[in-house]
C-alpha cells in the first residue's frame, strides 16, 4: 500500500506537494500559535513566580487599557499602610500582602553612580512573589519597626558596584544615606512590562516612606489569594472593604499580569489570526487532498480492477484509499510541524524566554491533521469501491 502510494508521489509530485500544501500550512499555524502562547506562559511563570498568575494589584486611582496600552489614568494619594494592614486582616481569601513605594534617589557606591529602583516593600514581599536571595537575607519585620537603613539588592545593582561575589556587609548610598547590604537577590530577567528585576533595591518601607521620600501614601498594593478559586472572591472582598474606608472609588483592583502585560493584547489578536489561519488553511488542505485522491481513483483504475479481480474486496480497496489519504495528509503535517516547531525554539531563545518546544501542541496539530485526512479520503474511497471490477477490465 505504501509503497504503491510513494511510486505515485514520484509520478505526480508537484500535484500531491501542492495537495498538502494546506494541510503544512495548518498545521504550521497551530503549532506556532501554541508554541509561542506555551514559551509567554513560561516567561510570565519566570518572571512573577508560580504564583504570578494569582497575584493581584491595588492601585490608588484609575487604570485603564486603551489600544492595547496599560494607562493609569487618575492618581490619589489615598491609599495608605493602614489600608494595606486592613486587607490582610479583614479579608480571609487573602493569603498575603505586601505595600509597596517607588523612590527616585541617586545610588552610588565609591563614587560610582548606578541608575536602579528603588522599593520599598514589607517582609511580605517574598511570600506574595516568591522571589528569593541568592545571597545574604531579605528585609524582617525588626527592620521594618526600625526604619533600618539595609537594603537588599539586585544581582546587576550587586555586580555593578561591588563586582563578583557576595556584598553583604557593605554599604550602599541612597541620595548620601548609607544604607547596609543585607542580602543579593536571585537573578529574575525582566518582568511583563519590560522592567529589569535585577535593577532593584529593595529597602523596608517604613525606611522608604518616611526617611528617603517623606510622604503616607503608597503605590500600591500587591495582593496573593489563598487559591485559584480565591481570586474572584479576593478581588471583591478588597473592593468592599476600601470602598467602605474611602468612602469612594479611588483605587482599581486587578491582576497584576493584566497591569503588566502591554503584550497580552497583542497575543491575543496573534491567537486569534494564528486559529483563523488555521482553519482556513485546513479547509483548502481538505479540499486539495479530496481533489488529487479522488483523481487518483480515475487514473488508477486498471489497478483497482486487477486488484479486484484477484480477490480484494470492496472494504480492502476502500481501507487502501483512506489510509493513502491519511498518510498523504500526515506528510503534509509533519512537514509544517517541523518548521514550526524550529521557528518557536528560535524566537524562545532569540527573546530570552528559554529554549522551547512545544511538542504537545505539534501531537494536537498532527492528531487533527490525521483526522483531516481520514474525513477528506472518505468520497475517493468510496468512489474507489463503486466500479466493477468486470467493467474496468472490459475496457482495458
Not at 479583614?90 to 541617586?106: H, I, L, R
Request: hydrophobic share 45%; aromatic share 8%; proline share 4%.
Amino acid at each position: 500500500m505504501i509503497k504503491g502510494l510513494i511510486a505515485y508521489f514520484r509520478e505526480n509530485k508537484k500535484r500531491m506537494v501542492l495537495s498538502v500544501i494546506g494541510v503544512a500550512i495548518g498545521v504550521f499555524s497551530l503549532t506556532l500559535m501554541l508554541g509561542i502562547s506555551g514559551a509567554m506562559e513560561r516567561r510570565v511563570e519566570k518572571s512573577l513566580g508560580k504564583m504570578g498568575a494569582l497575584l493581584l494589584v491595588v492601585i490608588p486611582g484609575e487604570v485603564k487599557n486603551l489600544g492595547g496600552r496599560t494607562l493609569q489614568l487618575s492618581f490619589y494619594p489615598t491609599l495608605t499602610v493602614k489600608d494595606a494592614e486592613a486587607i490582610q486582616q479583614k479579608c480571609p481569601d487573602v493569603k498575603a500582602v505586601t505595600p509597596y513605594k517607588e523612590v527616585s534617589p541617586n545610588v552610588h557606591y565609591g563614587g560610582k553612580f548606578i541608575s536602579a529602583k528603588v522599593i520599598g516593600v514589607w517582609p511580605t514581599f517574598t511570600e506574595v512573589t516568591g522571589f528569593k536571595t541568592s545571597c545574604g537575607r531579605f528585609l524582617t519585620w525588626s527592620d521594618e519597626r526600625d526604619m533600618a537603613q539595609v537594603a537588599v539588592i539586585g544581582p546587576k545593582v550587586a555586580k555593578e558596584l561591588f563586582g563578583n561575589g557576595c556584598p553583604v556587609g557593605k554599604t550602599v548610598y541612597l541620595f548620601n544615606a548609607p544604607y547596609k547590604v543585607v542580602g543579593v537577590m536571585e537573578k529574575r530577567g525582566t518582568d511583563l512590562s519590560g522592567e529589569d528585576l535585577d535593577s532593584r533595591i529593595y529597602v523596608p518601607l517604613s525606611s522608604a516612606m518616611k526617611r528617603l521620600s517623606n510622604v503616607t501614601y503608597l503605590d500600591g498594593i500587591l495582593v496573593i489569594p489563598q487559591g485559584k478559586e480565591s481570586l474572584k472572591p479576593a478581588i471583591e472582598e478588597i473592593e468592599s472593604l476600601l470602598l467602605k474606608r474611602h468612602g469612594k472609588k479611588d483605587f482599581t483592583v486587578s491582576r497584576y499580569e493584566d497591569v503588566a502585560n502591554t503584550q497580552k493584547q497583542a497575543m491575543e489578536i496573534f491567537s486569534k489570526l494564528s486559529l483563523t489561519v488555521t482553519a482556513v488553511a485546513f479547509g483548502v488542505g481538505a479540499l486539495g487532498i479530496l481533489a488529487v485522491m479522488t483523481l487518483s481513483v480515475y487514473e488508477r483504475l486498471v489497478e483497482i480492477g486487477v486488484k479486484r479481480a484477484f480477490g480484494a474486496r470492496k472494504r480492502d480497496i476502500f481501507l487502501q484509499f483512506l489510509v493513502e489519504s491519511a498518510l498523504l495528509s500526515l506528510a503534509g503535517g509533519t512537514a509544517g510541524a517541523f518548521v514550526s516547531l524550529g521557528i518557536v525554539a528560535g524566537i524562545s531563545t532569540v527573546a530570552g524566554w528559554g529554549t522551547y518546544v512545544p511538542v504537545k501542541g505539534a501531537v494536537l496539530a498532527l492528531i487533527l491533521t490525521l483526522i483531516i485526512g481520514i474525513v477528506a479520503g472518505i468520497y475517493p474511497a468510496l468512489r474507489a469501491v463503486s466500479f466493477e471490477p468486470r467493467e474496468i477490465l472490459k475496457e482495458i
